[in-house]
């Protein structure tokens, strides 16, 4: 080659993302750059624990070890696109997930609880006639690191002023599954993050405060009972197959006999460990007119009778060209009366949120419902606290 000649372009070497990776993983990974075990233990204490993304600042991994590292492996989160930390602490992520995709995550405080709302895919499949996400159809599966990636940026939000320090009164509590698309559809991804949030040497959340909420996929249902412990929400929106056909388009495929068979089978699998006190958290959004007279709430009492249940009233949230309503207060109230004397734990989403959600519609317009989801997951939190059938309006519907 002459002196002139440009030097020859290498294509980059590709690195190893270890965010993604569960402790068994990165164990395997130690072991396979000959490295011990136990360092899987301390990297992913620095990645999880102390949101640390740079090798260096690793001080018990050995000078030599960090470089190698930073040589052959990264820890690179989805790139924050835009934030937003209200007075009230809310915080929200809009989040980059590749060319043109972009997943929200959002951070509700209350109290001692943070409670952080996850997605699991860009869009989704299952089209819901309800549901912004299901009209925007499906882009694809977000990766563990991607999935993992929204609760290390909120987790390390809080060590943003006082980098290195261990907070944990300050971080996150709880995760909810109930950003964008279908967890149980994206399984093989979504089971890694889980055991990471809930591992002790990563985010040591309690498996009663990681929720998973499935419109009920029912092989995956079963399959996640043998797989993980975590809480269960069903999006279940109908007391009969006609209407929830209509609804929730895969129960033609699974319809409500499988859906709660299913649902028994995923307690029974836990009996005894807590006195057989667990239940399901059944989703009902309140649409006008279309599942919210009084007999839909007496079939709704009867369906779930053999199931232990605790239900929750989630008010429907508009979206541009949706064609539902939100129920009325009053028949909203009306609907929680009958469940709460058929001796249900019945409980209705605060729209406190509403004001947020405008801005957050402005973020992102097409992951828009994602803070509503999260403010109703806490608002059940909140009222499960408190009083069964506390009435939790704040502002006006
Ligand atoms: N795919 C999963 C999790 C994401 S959706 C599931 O369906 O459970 C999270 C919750 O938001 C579900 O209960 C869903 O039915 C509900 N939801 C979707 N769109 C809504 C809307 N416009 N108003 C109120 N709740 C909605
Ligand atoms: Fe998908 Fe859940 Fe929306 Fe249905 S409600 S379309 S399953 S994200």
Redesign the pocket.
């Known amino acids: 080659m002459s002196n002139d000649s440009p030097a020859p372009v290498l294509p980059p070497i590709a690195k190893t993302n270890l965010l993604g990776m569960t402790r068994q993983q990165m164990e395997d990974y130690f072991v396979s750059i000959g490295e011990k075990k136990f360092r899987a233990q301390q990297v992913i204490k620095w990645i999880h624990q102390l949101g640390v993304d740079d090798f260096e600042q690793m001080t018990n991994v050995s000078k030599v070890l960090r470089q190698k590292l930073a040589e052959v492996a990264e820890i690179r989160a989805p790139e924050v696109i835009h934030r937003e930390y209200s007075a009230d602490g809310t915080r929200k992520w809009v989040l980059k997930v590749g060319e043109g995709s972009m997943v929200e995550a959002v951070l509700i405080p209350d109290g001692e609880r943070k409670t952080l709302c996850v997605s699991s895919q860009v869009g989704?499949s299952?089209d819901?006639s309800?549901?912004?996400?299901g009209k925007q159809g499906f882009q694809r599966d977000l990766t563990t690191a991607e999935i993992i990636g929204q609760v290390w940026v909120a987790n390390r939000s809080y060590f943003e002023d006082e980098p290195l320090m261990e907070k944990r009164e300050r971080a996150l509590t709880n995760v909810v599954?109930?950003?964008?698309?279908?967890?149980l559809l994206n399984f093989g991804n979504v089971v890694p993050a889980l055991e990471l949030m809930l591992d002790d040497f990563a985010y040591g959340l309690s498996k009663r405060r990681v929720t998973v909420?499935?419109?009920g996929v029912v092989p995956m249902l079963d399959k996640l009972g043998e797989t993980i412990d975590v809480a269960l929400?069903?999006?279940l929106?109908a007391p009969n197959d006609a209407l929830r056909d209509e609804l929730v388009p895969i129960n033609r495929k699974y319809p409500l006999k499988d859906l709660l068979a299913s649902c028994r089978r995923f307690l029974a699998r836990f009996q005894g460990e807590e006195g057989g006190r667990r239940k399901i958290t059944m989703?009902y959004?309140m649409l006008a007119g279309v599942n919210d007279t009084p007999a839909h709430a007496r079939e709704l009492a009867r369906l779930l009778r053999e199931t232990p249940s605790k239900i929750n009233l989630?008010p429907?949230?508009?979206?541009p060209k949706?064609s539902y309503q939100r129920s009325s207060r009053e028949d909203i109230l009306a609907f929680q009366k009958i469940l709460t004397e058929a001796d249900y734990i019945c409980t209705i989403r605060s729209t406190r949120g509403d004001d947020i959600d405008a801005a957050c519609g402005q973020l992102v317009g097409k992951v828009q419902?994602r803070t509503?989801?999260a403010e109703?997951w806490q608002s059940r939190q909140e009222n499960d606290n408190n009083n069964n059938s506390r009435e939790i309006f704040r502002s006006a519907s």
């Not at 429907?316 to 979206?319: Q, V």
Request: proline share 6%.
């Open positions: 989704c299952l819901c309800f549901c912004s996400t599954m109930m950003g964008m698309g279908e967890p909420s499935t419109s929400a069903v999006s929106h989703e959004v989630i429907f949230n508009p979206f949706s419902d509503r989801r109703r």
